[in-house]
């Protein structure tokens, strides 16, 4: 049915032609017109509508006009129609959403026209693209609004289990971790040492520098200036392993080793891990343990000493002993003498450090006289030396102490060497340290024989298999002075190869700082 073919009426008594161009205009608007009768089936729809629905203008023709509405728009639209047809004011545009071919959604806005008499409804349709995009923009970013709240609220859930987490770890590790930014504020505690805090009656340990809780030194009763305090150094930036200090007074005070471990990122210092571990117990052991060795090898000493002094007497005054008994009594005075020197030994580790008497020395004559004074048992046990030392090796030193060191290690080359070889000593001064080395051909040690060379009274395995003698006290005594002197002593050495033992001294004595 075409109604756009019928007259209009006449105006001022003539009747008007009908026009033809009516129809034409209806179907080429650029918006889109459906004409629907009062059951709301269309009538007839502009060449607009069709197209922009994607359907055949003679298909939409008998379609239900709410046929093609989206299911939530259509009680709005309900009561849309009826106050249009009831006329009772002002309809305003409707927003709704068309179906199209594919199921795509169409958004529109609609305004409507009724004509009483003829019981036809006209209705216009503007298409919404603009506002479905928007809607569909709006969409998109609610969805990943959503989607990031939902990723910050899994992230946050991990970074609290992750905390969680390692608060349990923290508390169960048998150290107190302290972890302070670059100015010194605490950051993090853990329990153990929050405990070890609350039950210090003088004070906070994790104040700056640890200003609050007094700090002693080894000696227990001298204060450590504030820069040499545990967290003071740290956060200087400076990097430590297991120093120990004696925190409190009286009776409760503590031993404490401390390890501090800077933290560094974007270029710079943040701040620093530190982790005390009372060791009150294990320093007084070591304590009673050196008293109790000083004690015995003290009481030791007096008799040997007597035992000697007889000995030598009877040898001294028995012209007319019998070859055999004077055989006897110089093997009893070799065996008292090395019994004597162990007791020696232990006294010295026993007494700790000792006074360093320094003076300009010449290390090159000291270490001729240590190869010196072992000529006769290289000679035993078929060793020959080679010696390299320059002409002129001064250095501040302690000569009889570094002397001590040079015998030691002289000593083992030798021992170490039962099948003959050579043993090589050199000395070379670089970068401001004298550099003394003794290396031997002899039977060597494993990597884990070396890492505890340096250990009271350890013998290494070959070295009990050969019966050869010793107490495992030399080394140790030998690291101690070196270090007395500021300097460092290294091993180097592989079974069956060899060992190669390097002492570093620094030239212008113990005191003094060098940059090596």
Do not use: C
Not at 189 to 204: F, I, K, V, Y
Not at 208 to 226: A, F, I, N, Q
């Amino acid at each position: 049915m075409h109604i756009f073919s019928r007259g209009f009426p006449r105006i001022g008594g003539r009747r008007r032609r009908s026009v033809p161009d009516l129809s034409t205009l209806f179907h080429q608007s650029p918006s889109g017109y459906v004409v629907l009768s009062a059951r709301g089936v269309i009538e007839e729809a502009n060449h607009s509508f069709a197209a922009w629905t994607g359907r055949n203008r003679s298909a939409l023709e008998g379609t239900v006009f709410t046929d093609l509405l989206a299911p939530e728009d259509l009680l709005e639209y309900q009561r849309w129609t009826a106050a249009l047809r009831s006329g009772t004011g002002p309809v305003q545009n409707l927003a709704v959403d068309f179906h199209g071919p594919d199921g795509e959604r169409l958004p529109a806005l609609i305004a409507g026209a009724r004509s009483p008499g003829r019981g036809l409804d006209l209705i216009s349709v503007l298409p919404e693209t603009g506002r479905r995009r928007y809607e569909r923009d709006l969409v998109e970013a609610l969805q990943q609004a959503e989607a990031a709240d939902e990723a910050r609220g899994a992230a946050e859930l991990r970074a609290r289990e992750r905390e969680s987490l390692l608060h349990a770890v923290l508390d169960t590790v048998d150290v107190g971790v302290l972890v302070v930014d670059r100015d010194g504020r605490e950051i993090l505690a853990n329990a153990l040492m929050e405990s070890s805090r609350a039950g210090a009656a003088t004070g906070d340990i994790a104040g700056p520098g640890g200003s609050e809780w007094p700090v002693y030194g080894p000696d227990r009763v001298t204060p450590l200036p504030d820069s040499k305090r545990p967290i003071r150094r740290a956060v200087s930036g400076e990097s430590f392993a297991e120093e120990i200090v004696w925190v409190g007074t009286g009776q409760g005070q503590l031993a404490v080793s401390v390890s501090a471990r800077s933290v560094r990122g974007g270029g710079g210092f943040k701040g620093s891990v530190l982790a005390f571990s009372d060791v009150t117990q294990l320093v007084r052991a070591l304590t009673a343990q050196r008293e109790f060795v000083a004690n015995v090898s003290h009481e030791l000493r007096t008799p040997l000493t007597s035992i000697l002094g007889y000995l030598d007497m009877a040898l001294d005054s028995g012209e007319n002993l019998a070859e055999d008994v004077r055989s006897a009594l110089q093997t009893a005075v070799r065996n008292a003498e090395r019994l004597l020197q162990l007791v020696t030994d232990l006294l010295s580790v026993a007494a700790g450090n000792e006074t360093v008497e320094a003076r300009e020395v010449d290390l090159a004559a000291v270490v001729r006289a240590a190869v010196d004074s072992f000529g006769p048992r290289a000679r035993v046990n078929g060793v020959e030396f080679k010696v390299d030392l320059p002409g002129d090796l001064s250095a501040v030193a302690d000569p009889r102490r570094i002397g001590q060191v040079l015998e030691n290690l002289v000593s083992n080359a030798v021992k170490y060497s039962p099948d003959g070889g050579v043993v090589q000593v050199s000395a070379r001064v670089e970068a401001g340290m004298a550099v003394i080395e003794v290396a031997d051909s002899g039977m060597g040690m494993s990597q884990e024989e070396q890492e505890a060379a340096f250990t009271p009274f350890f013998r290494s395995g070959r070295a009990l298999t050969a019966a050869i003698p010793g107490a495992g006290l030399g080394l140790v005594i030998s690291r101690r002075i070196v270090e007395e002197h500021g300097g460092n002593i290294r091993v180097r050495s592989e079974p069956g190869a060899g060992t190669l033992f390097t002492v570093s001294l620094p030239v212008a004595g113990p005191d003094t700082d060098l940059q090596s």
